[in-house]
Each structure stands twice: as structure tokens, then as C-alpha cells.
């Protein structure tokens, strides 16, 4: 997931209470070179087998879970199919889980305790949420406390597109986006990986 992210760093969160109904928004950005997109868990009967279609039918996109915050989401993303999922909170008993079915669970985090935290329990990659609350100087500024070196960073929450690179530029490793990427519809996304670092 990290060297995918490193050639674009880049992730869409998507939310809908049918992700079937995602189908034309995955297929937009599919088309507009997007690798990573995340779904976010629902608790509804539908959400399993909706995102079961939905891998099956983007073999090309990069699909994760989003909103994994309990063990049923967790089980939930691993029975729908995908290959990684992403959390807001940094939850010991979550990652042992996910670790023992081989599935990449990226843990949220905010603070300089959760960040060592995370370190100590092996997260080579963590999620900075949310970000507009904390400032786009921060995560560089954990760096000479807390001592090399960090894990991987996704910065997410809050972030419009116009963030994308300067968030970069600031010393995170990539960013994500939700409601205020499909708000804007194609056009900021088409800039913003037009954009984006050429990586190896």
C-alpha cells in the first residue's frame, strides 16, 4: 500500500448508505486516473455485497474500507473482499485482529502519545485525523520530538483540494479526500493530479 501511495498520493473516501449507488462516482474517477478510493463501512444488510460488486467491477481501483472503528466493521471488510481499510481511531485490539488475517489496517491518529503509540504497536502507516484541526505544520513538527522515523502519514479530514499539495509540500506522505471532493464534481481532482509529484 505504501509504494502505491508513493506513486500517487492520493485517496477518495466515498460514503453512501448503498454503495451501489457509488458505481458512476467510482467509474469517474477510475476514468480520471484515480488508484485509491475508500468506502466507508455502513452497518446496513447491503453494505457487504454492495462492495463485493463494486471490487469486482473496478479491478483497477485500489478499494479500502473507510470507518473501521468496531470488530464488526473490521469483519465486515474482510468478508466484503477489500484488501485494506482505514480507521479514525487507533485501536490496539483492531490492528492484532486485522493483522492476523493479513489485512492492512491504516489506525487514525492526532496526537504526539497516539503517533508513538501506533509506532510501538508496528503501524508502518497511520492516518493524521483529523487534519484541519491540527494544522498543516504538524506533523512536521512531531518529527525532532518524537525522533525518526515516523510512519508513513495520510493526512485526512477537513481537506479541500486546493490542500493537496501544500499539505504535501509540508512533509506529509499523501492526502485524502471526502465530501469536499465530490461537492466540487471532476474538475479540482483532474488539477490536483495533474498536480501531484511525479514519483518513480
Not at 510501538?120 to 493524521?128: E, Q, R, T
Amino acid at each position: 500500500m505504501i509504494q502505491s501511495l508513493h506513486h500517487q498520493p492520493l485517496l477518495v473516501v466515498l460514503r453512501a448508505e448503498r454503495p451501489a449507488l457509488l458505481a458512476p462516482q467510482l467509474g469517474q474517477l477510475a476514468v480520471l486516473g484515480v488508484r485509491h478510493v475508500e468506502i466507508a463501512w455502513g452497518p446496513g444488510p447491503a453494505w457487504i455485497p454492495d462492495c463485493r460488486r463494486l471490487i469486482e467491477a473496478f479491478p483497477d481501483l485500489h478499494l479500502g474500507a473507510a470507518s473501521i472503528c468496531t470488530s464488526a466493521a473490521l469483519a465486515a471488510a474482510l468478508e466484503a473482499g477489500f484488501s485494506y481499510g482505514v480507521s479514525p481511531v487507533l485501536e490496539a485490539e483492531l490492528l492484532e485482529t486485522a493483522a492476523m488475517a493479513r489485512f492492512a489496517l491504516v489506525p487514525g491518529v492526532m496526537t504526539p502519545t497516539e503517533v508513538n503509540r501506533a509506532r510501538s504497536l508496528g503501524c508502518p502507516i497511520v492516518k493524521l485525523f483529523p487534519a484541519v484541526s491540527v494544522g498543516i505544520g504538524h506533523w512536521r513538527r512531531l518529527r525532532d520530538p518524537l525522533g525518526p522515523p515516523l510512519p508513513f502519514c495520510i493526512a485526512a479530514g477537513g481537506l479541500l483540494p486546493g490542500d493537496v499539495i501544500p499539505w504535501l509540500e509540508a512533509g506529509v506522505d499523501a492526502v485524502a479526500l471526502g465530501s469536499s471532493l465530490v461537492a466540487r464534481g471532476p474538475e479540482p481532482l483532474r488539477q490536483v493530479l495533474a498536480d501531484l509529484p511525479q514519483r518513480p
